[in-house]
Nanobody
Framework: QVQLVESGGGLVQPGWSQLLSCASS????????MGWYRQAPGKQRELVAR???????DYADSVKARFTISRDNAGNTMYLQMNSLRPEDTAVYYC?????????WGQGTQVTVSS
């Protein structure tokens, strides 16, 4: 069983930046893609950003030009750099790793954007 552990959440003020990390117990290059999802209270979980094994990235329209997904070359950790945070970015952020046969989720980390 693959373990995905998110960290870096917390309370930040609007306009601030935050870096989320996702540590994987399996080399992240073993997966077809990894991604960050978020779920706000009363809303469905939504894709924030994803990166394929080949390095292609995709972003939700709401975070384009503000958030950046990346990974380390050793294959241990995936990141989400979040800039210019807004109150509507408040949510639990989840790390995901998947391939054709497997789909794994982390436990989530809370990000709250409030003054």
């Amino acid at each position: 069983q693959v373990q995905l552990v998110e960290s870096g959440g917390g309370l930040v003020q609007p306009g601030w930046s935050q870096l989320l990390s996702c540590a994987s117990s399996e080399n992240i290059f073993d997966f077809d893609a990894m991604g960050w999802y978020r779920q706000a209270p009363g809303k469905q979980r939504e894709l924030v950003a994803r990166i394929t094994v080949g390095g292609r990235t995709d972003y939700a329209d709401s975070v384009k030009a503000r958030f950046t997904i990346s990974r380390d070359n050793a294959g241990n950790t995936m990141y989400l750099q979040m800039n210019s945070l807004r109150p509507e970015d408040t949510a639990v952020y989840y790390c995901n790793a998947n391939d054709r046969a497997r789909n794994f989720w982390g436990q989530g980390t809370q990000v709250t954007v409030s003054s």
